[in-house]
């Protein structure tokens, strides 16, 4: 975020949150709307994540399609449309993994992360997904296969994050 402001002092920015957790943990979500340009959003996001804490899920997989739904409603009426997503561990659902899970048929509402991720692409948001671990893999396959692919209007990239810390952003691979 201070590279963008560096690089760009005049850009009226706005950024939003949305964490998300497993079914079950309190709280189940955290949204932060977007903040209006004020000049200073990246100190307002900064403030807010420093107050994030990472905890709970008794298995692996988490509730992506709800941190998806939240994020799909938010207020996308900016020219420039970005999601950067980090995910260590898939959606619910032995169609995204084989790792032991509390919800193997998916969402217990039934609700799909390609669903969400058309809505986002038909608005022209392009999303950059962040691959802390190999256990994502099979779910961002599915989603290039199933959405990206055919989306028009949207780019889809996966960046590496243990090969971008190292090289920065700009060197992550697809």
């Known amino acids: 975020m201070d590279q963008v402001t560096e690089m760009h002092p005049n850009a009226l920015l706005r950024l939003a949150y949305v964490g998300y957790r497993d079914h079950g943990d309190v709280p189940h979500f955290e949204v932060m709307p977007f903040v209006e340009p004020d ?8 403030a807010r994540l420093k107050r994030v804490k990472a905890f709970g899920g008794g298995d692996g ?33 032995r169609i995204y993994t084989d790792l032991p899970d509390d919800y193997p048929d998916g969402n217990p509402q039934g609700l799909t992360c390609e669903k969400f991720l058309s809505q986002l692409a038909a608005q022209r948001v392009d999303y950059h997904f962040a691959r802390i671990t190999d256990r994502t893999d099979r779910m961002v396959a599915i989603w290039q296969r199933e959405v ?20 920065g952003w700009q060197g992550g691979v697809q």
Do not use: C
């Not at 509730?63 to 409603?73: E, F, M, N, P």
């Open 61 to 93: 997989p988490e509730d992506v399609v709800g941190g998806l739904l939240h994020t799909a409603q938010l207020d996308w009426r900016s020219g420039t449309r970005l999601v950067i997503h980090f995910g260590d561990y898939p959606q619910h659902g």
């Open 39 to 46: 000049r200073e959003p990246a100190k307002t996001l900064k």
């Open 148 to 167: 990206y692919d055919n989306a028009m209007a949207a780019q889809f990239e996966v960046h590496d994050v243990r090969v971008t810390a190292r090289r």
